[in-house]
């Protein structure tokens, strides 16, 4: 792929990544409740589960691709209604604060890391929406498979940064996320960007 296009995807994985989720409020609660101590098992738990997502959603996806124009464009149709989908609700969002997932007991860092893994790994809304993202960056005419790996690469290495920026400033995040001007902009900010994003997938022509 070319550069602009592998730039173009860390900028629009940059933005998504920033929109808090069920991983994010998962990291900034225990970041907030064991520190420092938190910090390593939280972010190796994002990077792991992010790619266990991704790697359930590349398993048939790279050969369904690359082996038929059909399917290409039946993927990237459902992708994008998807994505659609997400941004009209994201849209429609409230902006109650957001209550923040209870610590517990953790005891150690294994189960620190063991629970933010299984909250990323297995949320499929995540495993659909990676299904959805990815084709909109491919060139069809290149190698499809690698493409994706370089993406989903790429995605993982921006999750776990971004999972360290939260991690070190939860206090401000959680500050942040309690506020609910903040929650509107970030309702209207990702629903925009998704529903753009969607658009994008529905009306791309296929080279």
Known sequence: ?????????????ALLLMLPGPTILTVISYSLTHGKRARLPLVLAVALGDST?????????????????????????IGGLYLLYLGFKLLRAGVSP??????GAAG?????????????????????FFVAF???????????????????ATFVTCAGINAAAYAL???????????PRAQRGFNLGGGTLLSAAGIWALLARRA
């Not at 893994?117 to 297995?122: E, I, K």
């Open 98 to 103: 957001a209550a923040l997932p209870q610590a």
């Open 108 to 128: 150690s860092r294994w189960k620190l890391f063991a629970n933010t893994y299984l909250v990323t790994a297995l949320n499929p809304k995540g495993i659909i």
């Open 169 to 179: 400033f939860a206090g401000s995040a959680r500050r942040l996320l309690a506020s």
């Open 53 to 77: 997502a991704l790697a359930l959603s590349l398993l048939g996806l790279g050969a369904l691709l690359a082996a038929s124009a059909f399917w290409f464009t039946v993927v990237k149709t």
């Open 134 to 152: 990815l084709p909109q960056f491919i060139d069809p005419a290149g190698d499809v498979t690698r493409q994706l790996w370089t993406l989903s």
């Open 1 to 13: 792929m070319s550069l602009e296009t592998w730039l173009a995807f860390v900028g629009a994985s």
